[in-house]
C-alpha cells in the first residue's frame, strides 16, 4: 500500500542532482522497498521502519530468505490469529504481501472469478526484486531516533492524511516539525506541506485500495528543502 514503484523515476531524477561521491540516502519510512529497490542504483541506501515485522521479513529478503510457493488462505488465517507461533520474517511476508492491496491484514488476495493465483504472483514478485535488498541497509527505527549524517540525503514517505488507516495512528504535525529541523537535502511525498517547501512536481495517482470502496485519486506531489543550502520556498 502506497508504493513509490512508479514514481520512484521521478523521485530520484529529483534527488540525484544533490548526490555527492560518499552520499547516502536515509529513507525513515521504507515500507515494501519498492523506492529503495530503485534508489540503490543512485546511491547507498540506509532504509528504516517501525513496523516490526515489515523489517524482519525485510532483513531476511536480504540474507537470501525464499517464501513458500503453498501458502493457503487457512495458513493465512493461522498466522494472523497467532503470530507469536510464527518466525517474523514469515508473518511479515503474509500479513503484507498476501492481503489485499498490500494492507497490513486487508484480507486474502482473490479475484472474484477465482482465476488469478495471488501466491504464485507475489512470491514471482519476490524473484524478480530479492537480490536487491542484499544491497540495502535495514533497520527498525522509528524516524524521530534517527541520526542523520552530514552526508545523507533524506527521502521521507510517511503515511499520508486521510487515506486508508495503517496499523497506528501517525502524528503529521510532529512528522512536519522534525522535517523542518533537518539541515541536509530532504524530500518528502505527501499530499501537502508546510509553508518553506519547494513544489518540485505534482501529479494524479490512485491509491487507498479497499474492497468496498476501490482506488481514489490523489495529487501526488514532492516536496523539497535544504537543496541550496538555504530555505526554499514555494
Not at 33 to 58: R, T
Not at 106 to 115: E, F
Not at 122 to 137: F, H, N, S
Not at 208 to 221: D, H, K, P, Q, V
Request: positive net charge; contains cysteine.
Amino acid at each position: 500500500m502506497g508504493s513509490k514503484r512508479k514514481l520512484a523515476p521521478s523521485i530520484l531524477g529529483s534527488i540525484q542532482p544533490h548526490l555527492r561521491p560518499g552520499s547516502v540516502i536515509i529513507e525513515p519510512f521504507c515500507g515494501g522497498a519498492n523506492f529503495s529497490i530503485q534508489a540503490i542504483d543512485y546511491a547507498p541506501v540506509w532504509a528504516f521502519d517501525n513496523h516490526p515485522y515489515l523489517i524482519a521479513l525485510l532483513q531476511a529478503g536480504s540474507a537470501g530468505w525464499q517464501p513458500d510457493i503453498h501458502y493457503t488462505e487457512a495458513q493465512y488465517q493461522a498466522i494472523k490469529s497467532a503470530p507469536e507461533l510464527f518466525p517474523p520474517h514469515v508473518v511479515g511476508y503474509v500479513g503484507f504481501c498476501l492481503s489485499y492491496g498490500g494492507k497490513w491484514w486487508g484480507g486474502w488476495r482473490r479475484d472474484s472469478l477465482g482465476k488469478r493465483d495471488y501466491v504464485a504472483e507475489a512470491q514471482r514478485g519476490w524473484q524478480k526484486e530479492y537480490l536487491k535488498l542484499a544491497k540495502i541497509k535495514f533497520a527498525l527505527r522509528d524516524y524521530r531516533e534517527l541520526a542523520i549524517p552530514s552526508y545523507g540525503i533524506i527521502y521521507a514517505d510517511p503515511p499520508y492524511e486521510n487515506t486508508t488507516g495503517y496499523a497506528n495512528s501517525f502524528d503529521h504535525e510532529s512528522f512536519w516539525h522534525w522535517a523542518d529541523q533537518q539541515t541536509v537535502p530532504i524530500f518528502v511525498s505527501s499530499y501537502k506541506a508546510p509553508l518553506g517547501w519547494k513544489v518540485l512536481f505534482r501529479k494524479s495517482v490512485s491509491n487507498s485500495l479497499t474492497r468496498n470502496t476501490g482506488a481514489t485519486t490523489g495529487i501526488e506531489t514532492l516536496f523539497a528543502k535544504n537543496l541550496d543550502g538555504v530555505l526554499n520556498g514555494r
